[in-house]
């Protein structure tokens, strides 16, 4: 029997939901949770109940291996430790999440474009990005720029609002520092056109 972290009460669950409306359970059966934490790990495990999720995270990020190893008991799910902005991820995957990762990667030394990109590179059928809109570090004109001149297809682009906003203490981006608070998260559903 499965440990997972209930997220039924959660606008991710909610939004995720609504992104993958379009996917069939039984067509996905290995996914890549990029930059995973216990709540999107728990959110792949309950909707794709046949998949193996690969829960990657930065190498030393014990703030999520902890949780992740601690919090969810399943034999679907394998912790790995990768940076994607240097590792190229060489197996393939039906679906590679994304989510609340893109604005993690100053965290770590890396530019948002360079974890992008990472995740992007990624062998996968399918994508879901999940971010906060009002994050200044992560680029929504940059993504759907990218995405339209290198052979994906946003399927679903759809704006959820946050019912309850957390406010962001200072981050640096371009050497300033500032606040924000997450009033909504943008989701995105892509088809990779460039992988049979």
């Not at 998949?51 to 912790?79: Q, T």
């Not at 679903?156 to 962001?168: A, L, V």
């Amino acid at each position: 029997m499965e440990n997972i972290v209930d997220t039924s009460h959660l606008v991710h669950d909610k939004a995720f939901k609504c992104l993958i409306k379009k996917l069939k359970d039984e067509e996905i059966k290995k996914v890549l949770d990029a930059g995973s934490g216990k709540t999107s790990a728990s959110i792949l495990l309950k909707y794709f109940k046949e998949a193996h999720v690969d829960a990657v995270i930065y190498p030393g990020d014990n703030r999520k291996k902890n949780p992740l190893e601690n919090a969810i008991g399943s034999d679907r799910l394998e912790v790995v430790e990768v940076d994607l902005t240097k590792s190229c991820v060489r197996k393939h995957y039906d679906l590679c999440l994304a989510m609340l990762t893109l604005g993690e990667a100053q965290n770590f030394g890396n530019s948002f474009e360079s974890l992008f990109h990472g995740i992007m590179d990624i062998k996968a059928h399918w994508f879901v990005l999940y971010d906060i809109l009002e994050d200044p570090c992560v680029h929504f004109r940059y993504i759907d720029q990218y995405l339209k001149e290198k052979g994906f297809k946003i399927v679903t682009k759809k704006k959820f609002r946050n019912p309850h906003p957390e406010h962001y203490p200072k981050v640096n981006f371009d050497k300033y520092k500032l606040e924000f608070d997450s009033k909504h998260f943008v989701g995105y559903l892509i088809k990779n056109l460039n992988i049979n």
